[in-house]
T-cell receptor, first 112, second 115 residues
């Protein structure tokens, strides 16, 4: 079945450091790929998405490229801020778009 | 515009009891999905409803049921609660169902604790 595997956390970085959170997936067909973010005390928010191979999703300085050849969708940001501290979830929808399949989440903490 | 709202915010129940969680979607959205998020894990899909019909079901026991009302709000019911049902229950709404339903907007969740 479809599944998502993402980098285990927690990840702790200093402010202005470069961020990569790895995500790989297993899916039949052509899934849509997502990164969701969950800030402390808040609900899940869609951060970015990509719906076909080689698409790049971007938002708030974060980027991820849909790589079909490596079945990956790694999240990157060039310079992180303390306000980026949150839990990040990689996710996909397959043939059943009603069902989002989430990874286990990566907790990111940014030190001032 | 108001986002997805859920009630109650927190709930404590005893094993064997029944619980009802409620969700109001964003105005104009006709699809509601429910997810269970156990502490330290990603959300797991439970149900999707669109136009008051069940359109998807995850791998959860029959103790879990849901329905959607004519105003598109939804209830999630869990019978015979187990300790393992303790989790954050998330509701998400989207404008449409089926293959266009990936644009899902999540509510803040209901934290259920079973003792």
């Amino acid at each position: 079945g479809n599944s998502v595997t993402q980098m285990e956390g927690p990840v702790t970085l200093s402010e202005e450091a470069f961020l990569t959170i790895n995500c790989t997936y297993t899916a039949t067909g052509y899934p849509s790929l997502f990164w969701y973010v969950q800030y402390p005390g808040e609900g899940l928010q869609l951060l970015l998405k990509a719906t076909k191979a080689d698409d790049k999703g971007s938002n708030k300085g974060f980027e991820a490229t849909y790589r079909k050849e490596t079945t990956s969708f790694h999240l990157e940001k060039g310079s992180v801020q303390v306000s980026d501290s949150a839990v990040y979830f990689c996710a996909l929808t397959g043939s059943s778009a009603s069902k989002i399949i989430f990874g286990s989440g990566t907790r990111l903490s940014i030190r001032p | 515009d108001a986002g997805v709202t859920q009630s109650p915010t927190h709930l404590i129940k005893t094993r064997g009891q029944h619980v009802t969680l409620r969700c109001s979607p964003i105005s104009g959205h006709k699809s509601v999905s429910w997810y269970q998020q156990v502490l330290g894990q990603g959300p797991q899909f439970i149900f999707q409803y669109y136009e008051k019909e069940e359109r998807g079901r995850g791998n959860f026991p029959d103790r879990f049921s849901a329905r959607q009302f004519p105003n598109y709000s939804s209830e999630l019911n869990v019978n015979a609660l187990l300790l393992g049902d303790s989790a954050l229950y998330l509701c998400a709404s989207s404008p449409r169902g089926g293959t266009d339903s990936y644009e899902q907007y999540f509510g803040p969740g209901t934290r259920l604790t079973v003792t």
